[in-house]
């Protein structure tokens, strides 16, 4: 049966009801359906990007009457909308009942031909085909051989970017809706050249044949477009066009716009909205008629492909409904590799082998250096690349050196092009000025964030657009087809060179904060934030502050450089306490800092640091704070997370083989992994060591061991947290085997059959001088504890233990406690938080501590020990003989009949003075309880944390009352009570007469309250021990006391995550 047309607008309802997740889950069902082959035509990648509408339209025409409606309604059923089923049956139904009695046979699907399929077919030459042959020679003329900048004109290289493009710009079926693509990427990553290359093959009837037409728009040429028609805009760059346009646009139905350089145009995107056209011969501005385009007032069946910038994708969205986004980031590897070998094959003058050797030597020399492998796959940095290399090989120079930074790189492009124009080791003083101009209209076009500079922007620095030296228009400001009166730098890097030789050189005057190009501007984090081009040049300006690059521009370009600009960073500007350089991220500094090379620098700013963290993302991060490191000396503190990737994975093999045979690249790597291992042996302060989440290969764990081991056994404090692989606990625990040094060990996750065993040979060792040791979310089998035990007994060094984290359950508890008495362990703080413990382990945990002479604290928390199992505890703690001080019971199930056993065990001669009840629902009884043994003079309690315990505020008149009568507290906890706004005001009420000793309070309570403002400032005066904190400052942190804070007194620096 047919329906109505208008069932499909009712369809488009029905999926517009569901959220993002029920249409993916929908597109999902569809394609485990049996689909009609129709519908198979369509490319998966349009099916996934469509959205309700357009996914109905999809349906709609490629799939037989009947098919659509029946799978609708099962795959809303299957995903849980069979509200929205009913509805499509009900339709349905309505649709049935209108419906002419004799139905009509069903509609067959078919599909018109692409219009130069049809010519082939048949023999024939239309008019479209006509003045293809015209277009075609047009833009072969002027795009066949301008591709890659500064490299041989016939380089070209597909990358996997162009070829998704291609998947949308050409798909096997004709798509039912128009769309919007946008190729997005950074500056030199190729977005011009794929819109070009696919207008070049369109023109030579290679690739889109849908598009019988198909249209070329340079933003940057538009900016000096005066107003015309839309057909002459068409028609505006090519004259053969001008006569064929308006017949084209009449006879084709699908038309491709290629609009390029969108975050060229100098045009606001809000100025592009406000004012647009439908008509085509209405004479508008250039930029009103592409923003009626862009928002499909013009031609609205068009498919449009617009390339930008990334950061200007926010004006996009502004302008473009739903566009499909696809990011280009220039070359893969396999890209550059075949970019290198294309160019030295094209530039080589004998044997084909001799420039595939070439080829090798400079990748292998750019793969040498991470940063600028990073940038090669921006195709005009890669042709910089190889332009460099290709005269150094010539010249048998060091390549190494021409690659050790992105400045030695760039500096080197430059000294290569103006080379033809050097006498005597310089430039000519016309060709110098001329060069420093060159440098002010980089750094004023970065300052404000144009891609392209104008013909005006020339004339303010006295310069002619027109008669730009060959050297300038080649290299620097290179000249295109689509621009005549405006030009960009051939690449983002070259300009951000250049824009940082005046930021060096206005460092070093005299005069103060007077400039725009100031480097304190340089260095905020606000202009950066709105301008992230600007990172790019710090890094150049601290590239220029080696000595010889600083004579290098003095003599070459004239550039007057100060040798002392370096000290600059060194000192604080007026109104910063730091120096500029501290001013700015630890791994922008130390990439900075590697840039320069300058070791001298480098000494002055590693020895401001005490405590450093590294956070090594990538192979660059640790080859700049390898190099740092290497020249610092006052390290006490280092951390150090090793992301997944910075270590190749597939090094197993490296352990059984030669070194010889290992990769060039991991090699050279190690290389550097070696000098940051020698931290240990450089900084004679360096105490404590923090490795958290890393993760390291066969190779480097290697290389830190030996290093460790060699270096003298200066580390007091080891953390391992969570790193990798598996065995590198135990090699590391075999390293600090008999390290006098090391008093504190904590080794977090990792085998549990390997951790404890590697910890057992640490303890037997009888150089051990082992003080506190943290085994967490290691839970090894039973066994493994026992042995562990039996070396506790060996060694007579541990005071503080803490096993928190682990599955130790009540047989561990019971094994440990029976292990206790029987080998009288000197333990003082143990922590057994989060163990999975009951109220069994309170009986074996209480027997113990009326039998030793050494526990002072001990941590619960975390444990359903509930109220049985604290009586079993405080039956023991009001013991004289029991020695315990501070007792942690956070979490542990405890209501206010646990509360009276603690109250009833304090009122009596109790040793315990510092007491967490955090996290347990103890109540206002519960609360009473506690308040009426704080009255007691016998109570030692000197700190009570009752954070998040269900307190009301019936219970501050009760507290208030205590204050009144204790002597001893010193520390109140009741955050996240509910106490009511009154209960400060009854707090500082009884804290007046000065009985109880207390020092820190905390709970909530107003701080806008102009009464309690005054009451608070009352007592700052009369009470300068006391310090009341605002529970609401501390709302967004754990509301408990710290984890471990048992250990804090002796521990202060062994969990620096906390």
Same mark, same amino acid.
């Given at each position: 049966m047919e329906y109505p047309d208008q069932l499909d607008f009712s369809l488009k309802d029905v999926l517009k009801k569901l959220d993002k997740?029920?249409?993916?889950?929908?597109?999902?069902?569809?394609?485990?359906?049996?689909?009609?082959?129709?519908?198979?035509?369509? #490319?998966?990648?349009?099916?996934?990007?469509?959205?309700?509408?357009? !996914?109905?339209?999809?349906?709609?025409?490629?799939?037989?009457?009947?098919?659509?409606?029946?799978?609708?309604?099962?795959?809303?059923?299957?995903?849980?909308?069979?509200?929205?089923?009913?509805?499509?049956?009900?339709? =349905?139904?309505? @649709?049935?009942?209108?419906?002419?009695?004799?139905?009509?046979? #069903?509609?067959?699907?078919?599909?018109?031909?692409?219009?130069?399929?049809? $010519?082939?077919?048949?023999?024939?030459?239309?008019?479209?085909?006509?003045?293809?042959?015209?277009?075609?020679?047009?833009?072969?003329?002027?795009?066949?051989?301008?591709?890659?900048?500064?490299?041989?004109?016939? $380089?070209?290289?597909?990358?996997?970017? %162009?070829?998704t493009l291609m998947t949308l710009c050409n798909p096997k079926a004709e798509m039912p809706f128009a769309h919007t693509i946008v190729l997005h990427g950074p500056p030199g990553s190729g977005k011009t050249t794929m819109a070009k290359r696919l207008m070049l093959e369109w023109s030579e009837s290679k690739q889109a044949q849908m598009y019988p037409c198909a249209f070329y728009i340079s933003c940057r040429e538009l900016n000096n477009s005066n107003s015309c028609t839309f057909a002459h805009l068409l028609s505006l760059y090519i004259e053969p066009w001008r006569d064929l346009v308006m017949q084209a646009l009449g006879l084709a139905k699908k038309f491709l716009f290629v609009v390029d350089g969108f975050d060229e145009l100098a045009v606001p995107a809000g100025a592009l909205i406000s004012d647009i056209c439908s008509d085509w011969n209405t004479v508008q501005p250039a930029a009103v008629l592409l923003s009626s385009l862009l928002k499909r007032k013009m031609l609205p069946?068009?498919?449009?492909?617009?390339?930008?910038?990334?950061?200007?994708?926010?004006?996009?969205?502004?302008?473009?409904?739903? #566009?499909?986004? $696809?990011?280009?980031?220039? +070359?893969?590897?396999?890209?550059?590799?075949?970019?290198?070998?294309? %160019?030295?094959?094209?530039?080589?003058?004998?044997?084909?082998?001799?420039?595939?050797?070439?080829?090798?030597?400079?990748?292998?020399?750019?793969?040498?250096?991470?940063?600028?492998?990073?940038? @090669?796959?921006?195709?005009?940095?890669?042709?910089? +690349?190889?332009?460099?290399?290709?005269?150094?090989?010539?010249?048998r120079e060091d390549l190494a050196l021409t690659c050790q930074t992105q400045t030695s790189m760039f500096l080197n492009f430059l000294y290569r092009i103006f080379s033809p124009e050097i006498y005597e080791d310089h430039l000519n003083t016309e060709l110098q000025i001329l060069f420093k101009k060159i440098c002010m209209l980089a750094a004023d076009s970065l300052l404000e964030k144009l891609s392209v500079v104008f013909e005006e922007d020339f004339l303010k620095?006295?310069?002619?657009?027109?008669?730009?030296?060959?050297?300038?228009?080649?290299?620097?400001? #290179?000249k295109n087809s689509s621009s005549k009166k405006c030009l960009s730098f051939i690449c983002l890097s070259i300009q951000q060179l250049l824009a940082a030789i005046v930021f060096v050189q206005e460092l070093g005057q005299e005069g103060k904060n007077v400039s725009k190009y100031n480097m304190q501007n340089m260095l905020s984090r606000e202009a950066r934030f709105k301008n992230p081009n600007l990172s790019g040049v710090l890094l150049f300006v601290f590239g220029l502050l080696n000595k010889t690059r600083i004579q290098e521009l003095k003599s070459i370009f004239g550039c007057? $450089?100060?040798?002392?600009?370096?000290?600059?960073?060194?000192?604080?500007?007026?109104?910063?306490?730091?120096?500029?350089?501290?001013?700015? *991220?630890?791994?922008?500094?130390?990439?900075?800092?590697?840039?320069?090379?300058?070791?001298?620098?480098?000494?002055?700013?590693?020895?401001?640091?005490?405590?450093?963290?590294?956070?090594?993302?990538?192979?660059?991060?640790?080859?700049?704070?390898?190099?740092?490191?290497?020249?610092?000396?006052?390290?006490?503190?280092?951390?150090?997370?090793?992301?997944?990737?910075?270590?190749?994975?597939?090094?197993?093999?490296?352990?059984?083989?030669?070194?010889?045979?290992?990769?060039?690249?991991?090699?050279?790597? =190690?290389?550097?992994?070696?000098?940051? /291992? *020698?931290?240990?042996?450089?900084?004679?302060?360096?105490?404590?060591?923090?490795?958290?989440?890393?993760? +390291?290969?066969?190779?480097?764990?290697?290389?830190?061991?030996?290093?460790?081991?060699?270096?003298?056994?200066?580390?007091?404090?080891v953390v391992l947290k969570n790193i990798s692989p598996d065995d590198a606990?135990?090699?590391?625990?075999?390293?600090?085997?008999?390290?006098?040094?090391?008093?504190?060990?904590?080794?977090?996750?990792?085998?549990p059959n390997s951790v404890l065993p590697s910890v057992c040979g640490v303890l037997k060792n009888s150089a051990c001088k082992l003080q506190f040791l943290r085994l967490a979310s290691c839970s090894p089998a039973v066994q493994k504890w026992t042995e562990f035990f039996r070396a506790l007994n060996v060694n007579?060094?541990?005071?503080?233990?803490?096993?928190?984290?682990?599955?130790?359950? *009540?047989?561990?508890?019971?094994?440990?406690?029976? @292990?206790?008495?029987?080998?009288? %362990?000197?333990?003082?703080?143990?922590?057994?938080?989060?163990? /999975?413990?009951?109220?069994?382990?309170?009986?074996?945990?209480?027997?113990?501590?009326?039998?030793?002479?050494?526990?002072?604290?001990?941590?619960?928390?975390?444990?359903?020990?509930? *109220?049985?199992?604290?009586?079993?505890?405080?039956?023991? !703690?009001s013991s004289p003989k029991c020695k315990l001080q501070t007792l942690v019971l956070w979490s542990c199930n405890i209501t206010s009949k646990g509360c009276d056993h603690i109250?009833?065990?304090?009122?009596?001669?109790?040793?315990?003075?510092?007491?967490?009840?955090?996290?347990?629902?103890?109540?206002t009884t519960g609360a009473r309880f506690l308040c009426e043994a704080l009255k007691r003079f016998q109570s030692k309690l000197k700190s009570l944390w009752l954070c998040g315990c269900s307190i009301t505020p019936i219970c501050a008149c009760d507290f208030a009352e205590a204050f009144t009568e204790n002597s001893t507290l010193k520390t109140l906890d009741l955050a996240q009570n509910n106490l009511g706004p009154d209960a400060i005001l009854s707090f500082c009420g009884a804290l007046g007469h000065n009985i109880c000793p207390l020092q820190t309070l905390r709970l909530q309570f107003d701080e806008t309250n102009p009464r309690i403002q005054t009451l608070i400032e009352n007592m700052k005066r009369t009470h300068p021990q006391l310090t009341i904190k605002n529970d609401e400052l501390y709302s967004k942190k754990r509301i408990s006391s710290l984890p471990h804070f048992i250990f804090e007194a002796i521990d202060n620096h062994c969990h620096p995550e906390k």
């Open positions: 997740n029920q249409l993916c889950m929908f597109k999902i069902a569809l394609k485990k359906c049996s689909v009609p082959d129709t519908l198979k035509q369509i #490319p998966e990648v349009t099916v996934n990007l469509a959205n309700e509408g357009q !996914l109905i339209e999809i349906l709609m025409e490629y799939c037989p009457s009947g098919w659509v409606e029946k799978v609708l309604v099962q795959i809303l059923e299957k995903i849980s909308r069979a509200d929205l089923a009913e509805l499509v049956m009900k339709q =349905l139904d309505e @649709a049935a009942l209108k419906a002419p009695e004799e139905a009509a046979p #069903p509609k067959e699907v078919s599909f018109e031909p692409p219009v130069f399929e049809e $010519i082939q077919q048949q023999g024939l030459e239309k008019p479209e085909h006509e003045q293809k042959k015209i277009w075609k020679t047009t833009y072969i003329d002027k795009w066949k051989n301008n591709f890659w900048p500064i490299s041989n004109e016939e $380089i070209y290289v597909a990358t996997e970017s %162009y070829r069946h068009a498919t449009l492909l617009v390339t930008t910038r990334t950061e200007a994708l926010q004006q996009i969205h502004l302008m473009i409904d739903q #566009p499909l986004l $696809i990011e280009t980031k220039g +070359f893969l590897e396999k890209e550059k590799w075949e970019y290198f070998q294309k %160019y030295f094959e094209e530039e080589a003058e004998t044997e084909e082998e001799e420039g595939a050797e070439k080829a090798l030597q400079a990748f292998n020399a750019v793969r040498s250096s991470a940063a600028l492998f990073q940038m @090669a796959p921006l195709p005009a940095e890669c042709g910089i +690349f190889c332009l460099c290399l290709e005269l150094g090989i010539k010249k620095l006295k310069l002619d657009l027109n008669k730009l030296h060959p050297i300038i228009s080649k290299y620097i400001l #290179p007057q $450089i100060s040798t002392e600009v370096k000290r600059k960073f060194l000192e604080c500007e007026s109104g910063e306490n730091k120096p500029l350089l501290l001013l700015m *991220d630890l791994q922008e500094m130390l990439s900075c800092l590697y840039e320069s090379r300058e070791e001298e620098l480098v000494k002055e700013a590693m020895a401001t640091f005490e405590e450093i963290s590294f956070h090594l993302k990538t192979n660059t991060d640790l080859i700049h704070a390898s190099f740092c490191l290497k020249n610092s000396k006052n390290l006490q503190t280092m951390s150090l997370q090793i992301e997944k990737g910075v270590f190749p994975e597939n090094d197993a093999v490296s352990e059984s083989t030669d070194q010889d045979q290992r990769s060039q690249g991991d090699q050279h790597l =190690l290389t550097f992994w070696t000098d940051f /291992c *020698d931290v240990f042996n450089s900084n004679k302060k360096l105490v404590f060591l923090y490795f958290s989440e890393s993760v +390291f290969n066969s190779s480097s764990l290697q290389v830190l061991c030996e290093r460790l081991a060699s270096a003298p056994c200066r580390l007091q404090k606990y135990k090699k590391l625990c075999l390293t600090f085997n008999g390290y006098e040094a090391l008093s504190h060990l904590t080794l977090e996750g990792g085998n007579k060094s541990l005071t503080c233990l803490d096993l928190a984290d682990n599955e130790f359950l *009540d047989k561990g508890a019971k094994l440990l406690c029976e @292990a206790w008495k029987r080998q009288k %362990y000197k333990l003082h703080r143990v922590s057994l938080e989060n163990c /999975c413990l009951t109220e069994v382990s309170c009986k074996d945990l209480s027997s113990l501590l009326m039998v030793s002479e050494t526990l002072t604290h001990l941590n619960l928390s975390k444990n359903a020990l509930g *109220d049985d199992g604290i009586k079993d505890l405080c039956e023991r !703690l109250a009833k065990m304090l009122k009596k001669k109790s040793n315990l003075e510092h007491l967490d009840l955090g996290g347990n629902s103890i109540g």
